[in-house]
């Protein structure tokens, strides 16, 4: 029951591995069809924007450039009626004075010639009349021909406003026209795109989803092969395992089974504490690689030691007086054959041991 358990529970979580894997699937598909139609429509945005731009600049421009024509004329006019009142000031102020100067030379005449004063002054109005229409002509000659040059500086100027006000409409028909085709061209061009590159990513949706079905078949074929290799694994074990239980209960039968393992328990014991012991001895020398060349050193300096000792007791059993010898800067004689083995190992341990030594 224990092993079905598993095995369903095993089955429930492959089918929502691969739920989880086709869901992914179809999100980053999608995703991936918003980001690129966002991608083709920011420069169809920005040529339109562009094109709007440039059309509000032409406007701009044939509206100032109107502003500018419509007060020219009115400039120019204004300009003629100030030249027409200063001109019309000017001669009123020289017919006046040169009445004034008429008037003063009738009085001195009438003055200083007192029998030629009506002569004279006949004559001065003569000379007055005859000034006076001569610059009532000039000053309607004048006005005359300041009306003309107005007139023809506004039919000069009318013309010139007509004439641009007509290019502009020409140019900005012409501007029309281009951008028009310039934006059903790109338009036309966007949409050939756009159809494009829908069939590329439509075909690569299509392979895409093909090879999640192929992916999500195989993975649905492996894992059943693995549920299948899985059952064979745990009913082997299961059989593996009534196998050893079988020969557990032959080995220790239930109604003697305590006092078995207890026996052989003591048995074991002293073997399994020199186990233990020589298991730490050699994962402290795999580890600790000097510990056992200090053990090594340790007993071979034992051994020497030992063996020099015994040798020294043989040695003086057997050896007369002559070969001892008065041990230098101590109170003792030595054996000469062991200071002359090695006295510089004497010397040594006189230096770590100055007990005896003479003052």
Same mark, same amino acid.
């Given at each position: ?30 995703? !991936? ?7 083709? !429509? ?41 030249? /027409? ?8 102020? !020289? ?57 023809? /500086? ?206």
């Amino acid at each position: 029951m224990v092993m079905e358990e598993i095995m369903s529970f095993v089955m429930e979580k492959l089918k929502e591995a691969i739920l989880i894997l086709m869901n992914f699937g179809g999100q980053v598909l999608q995703k !991936m069809m918003n980001f690129i139609g966002q991608l083709l !429509m920011k420069p169809v945005n920005l040529v339109g924007q562009g094109l709007l731009f440039l059309k509000n600049f032409g406007w701009q421009i044939l509206l100032s450039l109107l502003k500018v024509f419509n007060q020219v004329p009115l400039a120019l006019k204004n300009f003629g009626w100030q030249v /027409l009142l200063s001109l019309q000031n000017v001669f009123g102020q !020289m017919s006046l004075a040169l009445r004034n100067f008429g008037w003063q030379v009738l009085l001195s005449l009438q003055n200083v010639f007192g029998q030629v004063s009506l002569a004279l002054k006949n004559f001065g109005w003569q000379v007055l009349l005859l000034l006076q229409k001569v610059l009532g002509q000039v000053t309607l000659t004048l006005r005359n021909f300041g009306w003309q040059v107005l007139l023809s /500086l506004q039919n000069v100027f009318g013309q010139v406003s007509l004439a641009l006000k007509n290019f502009g409409w020409q140019v900005l028909l012409l501007l029309q026209k281009v951008l028009g085709q310039v934006t059903l061209t790109l338009r036309n061009f966007g949409w050939q795109v756009l159809l494009s590159l829908q069939n590329i990513f439509g075909q690569v949706s299509l392979a895409f989803r093909r090879f999640g079905w192929q992916v999500l078949l195989a993975l649905e074929n492996f894992g059943g092969q693995a549920l299948v290799a899985l059952d064979n694994f745990t009913w082997q074990v299961k059989s593996l395992y009534v196998q050893l239980m079988n020969w557990f209960n032959e080995l220790f039968p239930p109604e003697t089974r305590i006092e078995k393992i207890n026996y052989w328990f003591h048995v074991a014991l002293p073997y399994i504490i020199i186990a233990v012991f020589l298991g730490i001895f050699i994962y402290c020398c795999y580890y600790h690689g000097g510990l056992l060349l200090n053990i090594m050193y340790d007993l071979k300096t034992t051994f020497v030691g030992l063996f020099n000792n015994v040798k020294h007791l043989f040695t003086c059993c057997w050896r007369s007086s002559k070969d001892m010898m008065k041990a230098p800067g101590r109170n003792i004689r030595i054996p000469r054959a062991s200071f002359e083995i090695n006295p510089r190992l004497y010397f040594l341990n006189l230096r770590a041991n100055p007990g005896d030594m003479l003052v």
